[in-house]
């Protein structure tokens, strides 16, 4: 699937990020086994290791990830970026580079992150171990632990995008493999690099698909290499331009993900396999397409999938409710575990492309129309996810606000309110006389509106509702008439729910919360002084 730009974390089944591998050794001694069995202390040991095989099972478990891009004319800062991750509870992210700010915000956070070199740096890495030692030990070594890092991408369809970068691709795999292996963090650290679907050839039916054969010089090394280092293919998955580039062979419903009767299902005719979604179809015939080739082993993660939700007048379908309709669908479909037809109940972990709508991206509109989220963090659609856990749900659940305390000193709530639209970095335009919130028109109502911004702006965590004890969070909705606050389901059913934004600076460590607890007391002293000077 060739469309305009390349669309910039995951744990494969059979591939933990963390792998524990417990080998059951035979011993011929009986005493030994005794001794084995019987001790407290080995006990101890196995049971350990059980507890350990465990948890790394659990980390296997398929997950839904969000690709953030920042073609936006208003980025917001990784901290804010951050506070949406927290607040719609997306536990794993795809990079475009190994920006420092960004991956100090997300530090400490538990967050899994894929990093990546951009296609402009991979002949320099993939002509030179010393530069992707370099590039490991700035971007990876430096942040690891604190900031999660489970993989890297090496590019991002490298093969179609910088086709003058395939013959060196696989030494720059390698290279940047062996860094992590000098650093001991092989095993931690996954190195592969997305592929478009679109070098896949005669997909349909999938048991016959087989890779660009011109390509097999560097797909056969590519992927023993990636067998080798127990990695993963990443894949990047379009039904939207598949169904585009179609000419009405494949059907709209069958391209969303909606459910299909079973005599419009496709069947694959050498396997009999019903498939009922395209989504499905290309993660199959990759499968079909690397046994080809002998490889049957190698798990994929899709790195990318969305629908846009804006286009020219050529790309009539690229509109909100078909957005809504194939992420919502693709959400539930990986989360239930449905697997695929060759694969069933072993799902594929999926990136949506992307958390942003990109408004400086070149291209047509739709380019800049695949993000769940505006600049601001407001919901561009709701998903429909009911049932299908946390991730994303940015629906009706969980709300809660951020309001002032009855009985609280108005001069102590001015300076609050006066940090939140300042240093804060609130948007308190609403405020202003004219707009929705100006009424009533008090130090109270104006106080509650900034305090409730800040605090889901914030990722609403409980530290950001203080405001030096003046604020409290409550689940009552202090929303009224036009004036509808972040969180609150307005008349129309939309959710508003917001990050802050930019900072406007550079630093990805500073704290807010101590910047907010600092000036916030250096406002009430000037107001304390300015209040003094008034009675002198």
């Known amino acids: ?21 417990l080998y059951l050794v035979g011993f011929a001694s009986d005493s030994f086994m005794g001794f084995l069995f019987g001790s407290e202390s080995m006990a101890l040991t196995l049971l350990l290791l059980l507890l350990a095989l465990s948890v790394a099972t659990a980390d296997e478990d398929v997950f839904i990830g969000v690709n953030i891009g920042t073609s936006l004319s208003d980025m917001p800062h990784p901290t804010q970026v951050v506070a949406l991750l927290k607040a719609q509870q997306i536990r794993h992210v795809r990079l475009y580079d190994a920006d420092r700010a960004m991956l100090v915000a997300l530090a400490n956070t538990g967050i899994q992150v894929i990093i990546s070199v951009p296609n402009d740096q991979i002949l320099g890495i993939g002509q030179s171990n010393s530069t992707a030692a370099n590039w490991v030990s700035q971007n990876v070594v430096a942040h690891y632990p604190a900031t999660n890092i489970t993989a890297i991408s090496v590019g991002s369809e490298v093969l ?36 478009s679907s679109s070098i896949i050839l005669d997909s349909f039916p999938p048991s016959q698909a087989f890779f660009n054969r011109s390509l097999n010089p560097v797909l056969v090394p590519m992927l023993s290499f990636l067998q080798s280092t127990g990695s993963f293919l990443m894949l990047n998955v379009y039904p939207y331009y598949d169904y585009m580039q179609s000419n009405g062979v494949i059907a709209l419903d069958y391209a969303l993900l909606n459910p299909l009767q079973a005599n419009k299902e496709a069947v694959d005719s050498n396997t009999l396999l019903h498939y009922s979604n395209v989504f499905d179809a290309v993660v199959d015939a990759a499968y079909y397409a690397m046994a080809f080739l002998n490889f049957t082993n190698v798990p994929v993660v899709v790195t990318e999938s969305g629908w846009p939700s804006k286009g020219d007048s050529n790309e009539p379908d690229a509109t909100l409710e078909n957005a809504n309709t194939y992420n919502s669908n693709l959400i539930r479909h990986v989360l239930n575990k449905t697997g695929t037809p060759k694969r069933p109940g072993l799902a594929v972990s999926t990136f949506i492309y992307e958390l942003y709508n990109e408004d400086t991206k070149p291209g047509p509109v739709s380019e800049k129309n695949w993000g769940l989220f505006d600049a601001n963090g407001t919901p561009i659609y709701i998903l429909r996810l009911t049932g299908s856990g946390a991730v994303l749900a940015n629906d009706t659940t969980n709300q809660t606000f951020c309001t002032t305390k009855d009985g609280t000193d108005t ?15 609130v948007d308190c335009s609403p405020l202003l006389q004219g707009e929705p919130c100006y009424e009533p028109d008090n130090v109270i109502s104006h106080a509650t509106y900034a305090f409730d911004t800040y605090y889901h702006q914030m990722g609403k965590t409980s530290a950001s509702c203080d405001f030096n004890g003046v604020a409290a969070i409550t689940t009552t909705d202090p929303s009224h008439g036009s004036c509808v606050f972040p969180g609150s389901l307005g008349k129309n059913g939309t959710l508003v729910n917001i990050t802050a934004p930019s900072l406007n600076s550079t630093s990805g460590d500073s704290s807010a919360y101590n910047f907010q607890s600092n000036a916030f007391t250096s406002i009430v002293l000037i107001h304390v002084l300015i209040s003094c000077a008034v009675f002198l």
Do not use: E, R
């Open 1 to 21: 699937m060739l469309h305009f730009t390349s669309h910039l974390g995951f744990t494969p089944l059979s591939s933990p990020l963390f792998p524990l591998k």
């Open 411 to 425: 001069k102590m709530l001015q300076a609050a309110l006066d940090w939140a639209c300042g240093p804060g970095k």
């Open 160 to 195: 179609t995008a910088v086709p003058n970068a395939a013959k060196i691709l696989v030494s720059a795999l390698k290279y940047i493999h062996s860094a992590l292996v000098a650093s001991n963090l092989d095993s931690q650290i996954k190195v592969s690099t997305p592929l």
